[in-house]
T-cell receptor, first 117, second 112 residues
Framework: GAVVSQHPSRVICKSGTSVKIECRSL??????MFWYRQFPKQSLMLMAT?????????EQGVEKDKFLINHASLTLSTLTVTSAHPEDSSFYIC?????????????FGPGTRLTVL | DAKTTQPTSMDCAEGRAANLPCNHS???????VYWYRQIHSQGPQYIIH???NNETNEMASLIITEDRKSSTLILPHATLRDTAVYYC?????????????FGSGTRLLVRP
């Protein structure tokens, strides 16, 4: 149980294009999903918290107009990197909180590696 | 900023116990300690969490000091597949939820 998937696992795009990454909770409903970014040899950095049916809460320094987050259902959140540039190349990871548990454990997806040429 | 400090790296022999320490001296009374690990180019894997009591599951044991200022993750019989970066995290409350702030973690190398 508590499986989170991401699609695609890897994407290469040209500079200036937009890329959408999907995060799905496969066997549970997630009221809250989180998006992280990880650069090589660094730790995970929280980008935003996404609650189903409401606007995402972004961490300081993360541009909400560049990283669009939609959490339309209890099993799906999407991150769209708009007008991507080479500096946006990174490993993007989502997590989902298991609804109804008293400890709200986050379960992570396998990550999406974005390369912007 | 992360509320935890961990050694940058550790190693242990295969089959032996791996004891990973973590300091969280500024932890608040209602904040949980979580442990995750990350194998290269994968998403973090949940290991265990606790508030003040020691915890054990099929993967590991978590020992939390009485003052809650530090904890130790114990992998009782480390295998080569346990080689990973281990993150000790204090989960902090937000206005509507909780969030995990990752620190640098401990890179554990299990030697044959």
């Amino acid at each position: 149980g508590a499986v989170v998937s991401q699609h695609p696992s890897r994407v290469i795009c040209k500079s200036g294009t937009s890329v959408k990454i999907e995060c799905r909770s496969l066997d549970f409903q997630a009221t809250t999903m989180f998006w992280y970014r990880q650069f090589p040899k660094q730790s995970l950095m929280l980008m935003a918290t996404s609650n189903e049916g409401s606007k995402a809460t972004y961490e300081q320094g993360v541009e909400k107009d560049k990283f669009l987050i939609n959490h339309a259902s209890l099993t799906l959140s999407t991150l769209t990197v708009t007008s991507a540039h080479p500096e946006d190349s990174s490993f993007y990871i989502c997590s989902a909180t298991l609804q109804g548990t008293w400890t709200d454990t986050q379960y992570f997806g396998p990550g999406t590696r974005l390369t912007v040429l | 900023d992360a509320k935890t400090t961990q050694p940058t790296s550790m190693d242990c022999a295969e089959g032996r116990a791996a004891n990973l320490p973590c300091n969280h001296s500024t932890i608040s009374g209602n904040e949980y300690v979580y442990w995750y690990r990350q194998i290269h180019s994968q998403g973090p894997q949940y290991i265990i969490h606790g508030l003040k009591n020691n915890e054990t599951n099929e993967m590991a044991s978590l020992i939390i000091t009485e003052d809650r200022k530090s904890s130790t993750l114990i992998l009782p019989h480390a295998t080569l597949r346990d080689t990973a970066v281990y993150y000790c995290i204090v989960r902090v409350a937000t206005d509507s939820s909780y969030k995990l702030i990752f620190g640098s973690g401990t890179r554990l190398l299990v030697r044959p």
